[in-house]
Every structure is written in C-alpha cells, then in structure tokens.
C-alpha cells in the first residue's frame, strides 16, 4: 500500500513550456486535491476531484489544468509554466469530505526559470 | 469564510520541555481541526484532528491537541519534546456548515527547533 505517490520529484522548468504532474493514489479514495506551497503562506488549493470525471477549481486554479479519468489519477497539467508557478506541488487524497483526513504526497518541486 | 491563524512562526524548545504550538480558527459554523507535521523535504503527515467530543484530542508521536470553543482555539502539545520531534507545523479547518466546499484552510505554519 504506496499510499499517494507523485512523479516527478523535482523539475526545471523554462518560461512557457509546458508539463503535467502525475499523481497517483491506491486507497480507492473519492476526493483528490492538488495544492501549492509557497514559504511562509500555508498550503492552497489548486482543484480539488469529488470523483472521476468530476473536478472543480480552488483558490488558486489559473494557470493549472486538471483531469480525473480514473479513481487512482489526477494529474496536474502547467501549459504555459511562469515564473510565479516555482513552488512546491502535493497531491492529497481522502474517503470522503468533511470530516475526512487528507493524505498527502511526497511532492513536487517545481522551479520555473 | 473559513480561516486559520499561527501566530508564532518559530518555536524553540529544549529536549524534555513541554511543547506547545499555537493554532486560533474562524468558521461561520462548528470546525473541523487538523493538525499536521512536515519534515524537511517530505509531505504532510496527519497527526490528529478534532470533529466532535471530547475536547482533548490525542494523536500520534505522543502529540495532543485542546479544542477550546470560546477562545476558537486548538493547541497542539507534547509534555516532553525531542530533538526529532522538530519539523514544520500546520493547523488546519474546514467549515462543517460549508457542505459543498471541499477546501482546508491551512495556517502558515510554525518550525518547531528542539535543541538537544
């Protein structure tokens, strides 16, 4: 059981070009949510999945993409990386809403130059 | 609106002290309270969460947490802190009153340095 996984690691990114981050969870958890950590600001939400093929945006979603074809995926497309998208990536997973406990991933690190 | 406050951003504590990291709330309904813990490079781990109940919450790692209503309040602490115990800390809250709003709000964080 891996839990919440995310590939890449770490990744350079020149202006304007584009990535997707992968995020994978093998809890056959519902709700899946993508956030950004930027130092001294907390974590926000990016878009957050209540199922597959559902998806909807958070605080922070321009500039992002998001899809959810499968229970397990939610990947993260940049399509046009700026310098203000450098940040850290966690994906995070739960049963249900409410209530329900967040479990997050490794992360991200992303640095647009 | 739904918001969280961590009004220290360091903490420093000597090994085998009480450790206490501060966390206030704002909700328009009744919170849900998390805490978790990140170590350097790594992803946030879940360390305990108030719903309901008993305000005295106990996690993991020997962490527990008091929800205070009247002051919005959730402390977390640890009667005697070690050295592996530093790390970044978050509070956390989602509105029960907010049904279709999936969000946590998370606080800035607190870096807990317990000097050996």
């Known amino acids: 059981n891996a839990g919440v996984t995310q590939t890449p690691k770490f990744r350079i990114l020149k202006i304007g070009q584009s990535m997707t981050l992968q995020c994978t969870q093998d809890m056959n958890h519902n709700y899946m949510y993508w956030y950004r950590q930027d130092p001294g600001m907390g974590l926000k939400l990016i878009y957050y999945?209540?199922?597959?093929?559902?998806?909807d945006k958070g605080e922070v979603p321009n500039g992002y993409n998001v899809s959810r074809s499968t229970t397990e995926d939610f990947p993260l497309r940049l399509e046009l990386a700026a310098p203000s998208q450098t940040s850290v990536y966690f994906c995070a997973s739960s049963y249900g809403a409410n209530q329900e406990t967040q479990y997050f991933g490794p992360g991200t690190r992303l640095l647009v130059l | 609106a739904q918001s969280v406050a961590q009004p220290e951003d360091q903490v420093n504590v000597a090994e085998g002290n009480p450790l206490t990291v501060k966390c206030t709330y704002s909700?328009?309904?009744?919170?849900?309270l998390f805490w978790y813990v990140q170590y350097p490079n790594r992803g946030l781990q879940f360390l305990l969460k108030?719903?309901?109940?008993?305000?005295l919450v106990k996690g993991s790692y020997g962490f527990e947490a008091e929800f205070n209503k009247s002051q919005t309040s959730f402390h977390l602490k640890k009667p005697s802190a070690l050295v592996s115990d530093s790390a970044l800390y978050f509070c956390a809250v989602r509105d029960s009153g907010q049904l279709n709003d999936y969000k946590l709000s998370f606080g800035a964080g607190t870096t807990v340095t317990v000097r050996a």
């Open positions: 909700v328009s309904g009744n919170p849900y």
């Open positions: 999945s209540v199922g597959a093929g559902i998806t």
């Open positions: 108030y719903i309901t109940g008993d305000n």
